[in-house]
């Protein structure tokens, strides 16, 4: 019932933006099995930016992620599935991005360092589709170092991203600020580490 109730509420937000790229290619129907972004990248003003966003889950490792141990920090969540094309080729640029900026343990675990000046910055994926296996799998073979949550269940997690701001692509890249709310989103494949790169360092140097 989650699942059917979580592809009304996207139908119903894609129909209701007719100005949205996204809204046509939902409407015309293209058989890719997944709704493909155009790279659009939105960024968003601190007064812009609503509510912080809470969401948690089972990773495919079985461990659990909840984004409030990543608070104080830059939260960069993903949405894929293993048989999305777009995702496929992103995927090393999200792992050398987090490479890039030392991605280990949450900002909020005992053992991570929190400070104004080192934040820390947290990266996880939301799977969308896919079981734990093929999800392990498809980490292994691009290399995905960061968890991802299963969500294919209970669609919690894209639940928790339906307000403001649907991540109504797959893939689509969403960065949150230290507050937990959402400050930038690219709709679709990420082309370019700088990019990611570039949105991560503005808001780390936001002041807390």
């Not at 592809?7 to 933006?17: E, K, Q, R």
């Not at 991005?97 to 280990?104: D, I, N, T």
């Not at 893939?171 to 989103?185: C, H, M, N, S």
Request: aromatic fraction near 6%; charge should be negative; glycine fraction near 10%.
């Amino acid at each position: 019932m989650a699942i059917v109730a979580l592809a009304a509420a996207s139908a119903l937000l894609l129909a209701g933006c007719s100005s949205d790229p996204l809204a046509d290619q939902y409407r015309e129907g293209s058989g890719k099995n997944y709704i493909a972004g155009d790279g659009t990248i939105s960024e968003f003003d601190a007064s812009q930016r609503g509510e912080p966003i809470e969401f948690s889950g089972e990773t495919v490792e079985g461990d659990t992620f909840d984004s409030t141990d990543t608070l104080g920090g830059v939260t960069v969540v993903n949405f894929w599935y293993a048989g999305c094309a777009p995702c496929r080729v992103e995927a090393p640029i999200l792992e050398e991005v987090s490479q890039s900026f030392g991605v280990g343990e949450p900002t909020g675990s005992a053992d991570a360092e929190s400070t104004t000046e080192n934040p820390g910055v947290a990266f996880v994926g939301v799977n969308v589709r896919d079981q734990a296996g093929t999800a392990a799998s498809f980490e292994q073979t691009y290399g995905v170092s960061y968890p991802s949550i299963l969500d294919v269940n209970d669609g919690t997690a894209q639940l928790a991203f339906a307000g403001d701001v649907p991540p109504a692509a797959v893939p689509t890249t969403i960065v949150l600020d230290r507050q937990g709310r959402v400050a930038a989103r690219v709709l679709g494949q990420l082309t370019d580490a700088s990019i990611l790169e570039s949105i991560i360092d503005d808001l780390l140097a936001e002041q807390a």
